[in-house]
């Protein structure tokens, strides 16, 4: 592959930071991009508006992939999201399209960019015992001993991240060794050249334009996303279910709190998902940061000339 051709850029930053305007602005230049979803929660097709999917018009810039294509009762590792995301960044290269990776997953970035460590298969017994914990005590809680036995990965993931919460639990169950310690051995392949661009506010700035990102979200029909996602599938445990905005509006759905308590809940776990995000993105002296309102077209120009 031609050097010029092994080119990856990646645009990544707490959510609602504006990731989206600033790779669409690539494409509205003319350069040939084609955008790589990075983002968990935008995987799932159920809930387009509640996690923030780019729209019609959006996509109709240039291409989009890996966005809105999961039932909510799949789960996706992030070696599935791994796999699928060599793929479309090989047929961009194939095709003569810059591959931009968009999205505020920090793990799905780590996968890829930094390796990822083959972790043992994990028993069976033991998978199965922390599910049923789960089921029975509730996320919270159980990442409740997730904080206790290793601080530093439950920082980084909601405490109704049952999937996630359950992974490190069973991992250091059956190894004896922490799920942040084993993303500590992780080799560091050189696969591509790499652009890492961050988007982003302090959180005293942030917070505000989250909370009208929940109210515009409402307006424009996310309760009613989520009564129909909870029509093909009531299961809210599910997979689908356990992202930010979906979680609180099942609440709501399901007679548990009321919108308003939604709406508050909405917003206070939106912000703490910021901050853990930062957490994850900030002490990455690779990443060159930009705010919403700064162009970073001309960074990325320069990086492709080299």
């Known amino acids: 592959m031609p050097a010029a051709m092994n080119k990856l850029i990646c645009i990544l930053g707490p959510t609602g930071s504006g990731k989206t305007a600033q790779s669409l602005a690539m494409a509205q230049a003319g350069l040939p991009i084609r955008i790589i979803n990075a983002d968990s929660r935008q995987l799932y097709k159920d809930f387009p508006i509640i996690s923030a999917q780019p729209d019609e018009e959006e996509k109709s810039v240039c291409p989009h992939t890996l966005f809105g294509f999961l039932e909510t009762t ?107 310690d084993w993303h500590k051995e992780t080799p560091r392949p050189k696969e591509f050249d790499v652009l890492r661009l961050g988007i982003g506010l302090p959180l005293e700035e942030l917070t505000p334009i989250l909370y009208k990102r929940t109210a515009l979200m409402l307006d424009r029909g996310a309760l009613a996303e989520a009564e129909k996602a909870l029509e093909i599938c009531p299961d809210i ?65 320069e990086f492709l000339k080299k």
């Open 74 to 180: 799949q789960t996706s590792t992030a070696v599935d999201w791994l796999n699928r995301a060599k793929a479309e960044i090989r047929f961009a290269h194939e095709n003569g399209q810059i591959p931009v990776l968009v999205g505020g997953t920090g793990f799905y970035f780590q996968s890829l960019l930094d390796g990822i460590v083959e972790i043992p298969d994990i028993p069976q017994d033991i998978r199965e015992y922390f599910i049923r914990r789960i089921d029975e005590l509730g996320s919270p809680a159980v990442y409740e001993e997730l904080r206790q036995t290793d601080p530093e990965y439950a920082q980084k993931i909601h405490p109704n991240d049952r999937q996630r919460i359950a992974r490190a639990l069973e991992v250091f169950a059956a190894t004896g060794k922490k799920f942040s």
């Open 237 to 301: 445990t599910a997979p689908g279910w356990t992202g930010i905005g979906c979680t609180e509006l099942a609440g709501y759905l399901t007679g548990k709190i009321s919108l308003e308590e939604c709406r508050t809940l909405w917003n206070k776990n939106t912000r703490a998902y910021a901050k853990r995000q930062w957490t994850w993105f900030r002490p990455d002296s690779r990443i060159h940061w930009f705010r919403p309102e700064e162009k970073s077209l001309p960074f990325v120009l």
